[in-house]
């Protein structure tokens, strides 16, 4: 039976929402008017390597037996949706247009499967050791998420990497690491099996007779996609420097002992609020992947470019660090070099972090 998903967020939304499409469901994607009207014209081109293939393929959204639009955040039908993603940057979310539709979303308790870096605040409250703790600090506007039920949010892990070819047009995705998104259950048995019904038909798609990678894959932890703060704290924020942006496999390979150290406390972190190791990927098997990332991560490219604001996970875990008593150097300096790029703009003559 085709589903109707709908996804906020048309950039690495597009990926989740091509394979949901080669599966057979339907997607909604909610963007800005220029960009709903061109992947409403033209749809979505996601570029994405096989296995075993040396060049990417272009994979179109017109030609998928699923269903594609896109509309505008004023323009949405919650009624007509089973499930919601969330695929935005968290600051995004402030946006009034998108606060309102958020109204919405919670009012009819749709489930919403997350697949930001930052998990949502709804989402923590469902770890124990997480639940009473003061992190409103590390969001945008922490108010956006007051109106949502626990149970109805839970997180995939955005472990794909994907960027929009700056050359190209809104409407083109290109997957530059083809790995899974690793979502939790939710807390009602209904919701988790819709969730595993399209974790199957995802998992069914072939094209050409051949695999497709980026699947949905589905557990009962709520721990696995806390791994990749792991990966967030030990490349994506290291590649914001006091300087130029520095790639993911510098941040990772210009000194791989401490690189390992802070991904080690970091997963030891998550064993604290309750993870269990298997919920973790091994530092070495991240380190190998880091070595294909050639690019600055998203976080750094926004905020090279002048971006007031980012998702900041490495905060999120600083706070959770500091009300463990775990706190970390390595972390605290990482936190301080990106508030002050973020405020350097602002605060003329600041002084630099040592």
């Known amino acids: 039976m085709a589903r109707n998903i709908l996804i906020l967020g048309a950039s690495y939304g597009s990926l989740l929402a091509t394979k949901l499409l080669m599966a057979g469901h339907n997607v909604t994607l909610v963007c800005r008017k220029n960009t709903a009207e061109l992947i409403n014209r033209d749809g979505t081109q996601v570029r994405i390597k096989l296995r075993d293939e040396a060049m990417h393929r272009a994979i179109f959204s017109r030609n998928l037996p699923g269903k594609l639009d ?8 919650v009624s007509r949706y089973d499930l919601v993603g969330l ?16 109204i919405k979303i919670a009012a009819a308790k749709l489930p919403c499967l997350s697949i930001m870096n930052m998990p949502p605040l709804p989402y923590l409250k469902r770890i124990p050791a997480l639940a009473d703790m003061d992190l409103e600090e590390a969001y945008t506007n922490a108010q956006i998420w007051e109106r949502f039920k626990p149970g109805l949010v839970t997180l995939c892990s955005p472990d794909p990497q994907a960027f929009r ?125 880091a070595e294909s990332l050639l690019k600055p991560s998203s976080a750094a490219r926004a905020v090279a470019s002048g971006a007031p604001f980012i998702e900041r996970v490495d905060l999120l875990v600083k706070l959770i660090a500091q009300q463990l008593g775990m706190p970390n ?12 790029k973020l405020n350097e703009k602002i605060v003329a003559g600041g002084s630099s972090p040592v």
């Open 87 to 102: 695929a935005m940057q968290e600051p995004q979310y402030t946006n009034h247009t998108i606060r309102v539709l958020m």
């Open 165 to 289: 070819p700056p050359e190209e047009a809104a409407n083109v995705l290109h997957v530059g690491l083809a790995t899974n998104f690793k979502a939790s259950v939710f807390e009602d048995e209904k919701h988790n099996l819709l969730l595993r019904e399209l974790e199957a038909d995802i998992d069914a798609v072939k094209l050409d007779g051949l695999d497709v990678p980026v699947k949905l894959k589905v557990f009962d932890s709520l721990f696995v996609p806390l791994a990749k703060w792991s990966m967030l704290l030990t490349g994506n924020y290291r590649c914001i420097t006091l300087h130029e942006p520095r790639s993911i496999r510098d941040a990772v390979h210009s000194d791989l002992k401490l690189s390992q150290s802070i991904y080690d406390h970091v997963d030891a972190i998550a064993r604290r609020l309750g993870a269990d190791p298997k919920d973790q990927v091994p530092f070495e098997k991240y380190a190998k992947a």
């Open 70 to 77: 896109a509309v505008t955040p004023g323009d949405v039908d």
């Open 329 to 340: 150097a390595e972390i605290d300096r990482t936190v301080e070099i990106v508030d002050h």
